[in-house]
């Protein structure tokens, strides 16, 4: 025979209460904490590949250029290592093909007639010297790099801004490995502050100092032109 059904006591239902709120609030930091790192990974990959695409770009513009025996003057690296600091060079027309039967083939390098400038230069609004975020995105002297043209009886013009928000920027001529042709060596980081993660005031002003979260990632490249 069943036992007769009973109402559940104040005891029984407060508990369960109880246990349901422990249970949901557990759910709901557990969600809360797997949205911040997720963030965080995306805000890390970003700066990853635009990183690596500024890099994949300055491959490429370099890439038709020329600095050996052949092509002297051609490429000139002015100032650095540190910012300013810019690659000038012409590059090669491709339309053309090397003229095999001149005394010196190397010598008959077609190249175009305009000059092209990869500048690590000043972001506008910030001074990249005095060691202070001047145009208050939490990076501290960061510079863009932009891509210029100049034809030979011509003005200089932007082409594009091929990338922002970049420290850490270094680029110099070495000792290349080739007889008479010299390396360029380039590295810089592009980096980002991760704002949602700024929480207080220490925070803040950790983060204007230079500090506080961030995602930083850092490219590196040696590279010989091949003319
Ligand atoms: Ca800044
Ligand atoms: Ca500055």
Same mark, same amino acid.
């Given at each position: 025979m069943n036992a007769p059904k009973r109402a559940l006591t104040l005891v029984e239902v407060a508990v369960a209460m109880t246990v349901f709120l422990i249970v949901a609030a557990g759910m709901a930091s557990l969600v809360g904490s797997t949205a911040t790192s997720s963030n965080v990974v995306l805000t890390s990959t970003d700066v990853q590949v635009d990183a690596e695409r500024i890099l994949a770009e300055v491959r490429r513009e370099l890439s038709l250029t020329g600095a050996g025996s052949s092509s002297p003057g051609n490429l000139v690296v002015t100032g650095g290592p540190a910012p300013? &600091? #810019? /690659?000038?060079? %012409?590059?090669?027309?491709?339309g053309d093909i090397f003229d095999e039967t001149a005394p010196n083939p190397a010598q008959s390098v077609p190249w175009?007639?305009? @000059?092209?400038? +990869?500048?690590? #230069?000043? #972001? =506008? *609004? #910030?001074?990249?010297?005095? *060691? +202070? !975020?001047?145009? *208050? !995105?939490f990076l501290v002297d960061e510079v863009r790099l932009a891509l210029y043209r100049q034809p030979p009886a011509g003005a200089r013009s932007l082409i594009k801004v091929v990338g922002e928000g970049l420290v850490d920027v270094q680029v110099e001529t070495?000792? *290349?490995? +080739? =007889?008479? @042709?010299? @390396?360029?060596? &380039?590295?810089?980081? @592009?980096?980002?502050?991760?704002?949602?993660? /700024?929480?207080? %005031?220490? !925070? +803040?002003a950790a983060a204007q100092a230079g500090g506080g979260p961030r995602v930083r990632h850092t490219v590196d490249v040696y590279i010989t032109p091949p003319n």
């Open positions: 300013p &600091v #810019e /690659i000038a060079y %012409n590059v090669i027309d491709q175009k007639p305009d @000059r092209f400038f +990869l500048s690590f #230069e000043a #972001e =506008p *609004g #910030e001074d990249p010297t005095n *060691g +202070l !975020d001047d145009d *208050g !995105d070495t000792g *290349g490995t +080739l =007889p008479g @042709r010299e @390396r360029v060596h &380039v590295r810089f980081a @592009r980096e980002r502050v991760q704002r949602h993660l /700024i929480a207080s %005031n220490t !925070d +803040l």
